[in-house]
Each structure stands twice: as C-alpha cells, then as structure tokens.
C-alpha cells in the first residue's frame, strides 16, 4: 500500500513538472539604455533539446551608441572572447567568426530592437560555469549574468 502510494506520488510531481520543464528551454531578457540585463541568473533544463533566449533592447539610444547582444560562454572564456570581439569589430557584431569558445551568440541590436539565439545544451555540462554577457566593448566587464544547467 505504502509503495503504491509511493508511484502515484511521482507519476503526479511527473505530470506536474513536465510544463516547468518545456519553460525552462525559453528565456527572454532585457537591456535598456543602461549595462545592465534584467535577469541576473539563468537556469535551464538539460532535457531541452534546444534553448531559446530571446533579447529586447528596451531602451532608446541606437546600436552604435548602446548596442547590446546575448553571448554565452564559459566563465573562464569570458574576457577572451569579449577581448577578441572587439577586436573583430561591428561589422562582426563583436564576435570574432568561429570563435570556439562561443556556445551561443545573437546579434547586437540597439533600443526598440529584439533578437534571438537557439542553441543545443547538448554539449554542456551540468553543474558548469557559464557566463552570458554583452561583447559590445567595455559591457561584458559589468554586463554579464550567470547561466546554469540543471540536470
Ligand atoms: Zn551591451
């Protein structure tokens, strides 16, 4: 009786978790006028087969002045990858082109504008250190936030 108990139990946390699940594989965040993402910590599930992070520039000044994107790396690879994106400049929308070190990148944008990335976690690790930043140059020192893979 007590194990019967038991299987309902999880077959309803099942049922109940399955929609946490598909959110947890799509993200949207914010960036205004200033260097800042309005989400400090992302956490997504590695049952997703892809993730979808989604990037509105909610603020005014356009992408030459305040441009923003969305680009995750290890934590460890945040300096040199923001490092060489600005090297690589604007017309690359600073990222260098096949950067290895980059798992995921959106465009910059500027106020008024979105974006988006899809990416496979199939290649990250759970537990990982990750770091999503901006690469326009001087952001990714202030701008950047954590992103986590949860099992
Ligand atoms: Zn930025």
Redesign the pocket.
């Known amino acids: 009786m007590k194990i019967m108990f038991r299987i309902t139990a999880l077959l309803f946390a099942a049922a109940v978790a399955q929609p946490v699940l598909a959110a947890d594989c799509e993200f949207t965040v914010g960036?205004g006028d200033l260097?800042k993402f309005d989400v400090a910590e992302m956490s997504a599930s590695a049952a997703c087969s892809t993730v979808k992070v989604t990037l509105n520039h909610v603020g005014n000044l356009n992408a030459q002045v305040?441009?923003?994107?969305w680009v995750l790396a290890k934590t460890s690879d945040v300096q040199g990858v923001a490092g060489d994106g600005m090297t690589a400049g604007a017309a690359s929308g600073y990222v260098k082109s096949g950067d290895a070190r980059v798992i995921a990148a959106t465009a910059?944008i500027g106020g008024g504008e979105s974006t988006s990335v899809e990416f496979s976690v199939a290649d990250l690790v759970v537990g990982g250190d990750y770091t999503f930043f901006?690469?326009?140059p001087g952001?990714?020192f202030v701008?950047q936030g954590k992103f986590k893979l949860d099992a």
């Open positions: 960036a260097l305040m441009g923003h994107n910059i901006c690469t326009f952001h990714s701008m």
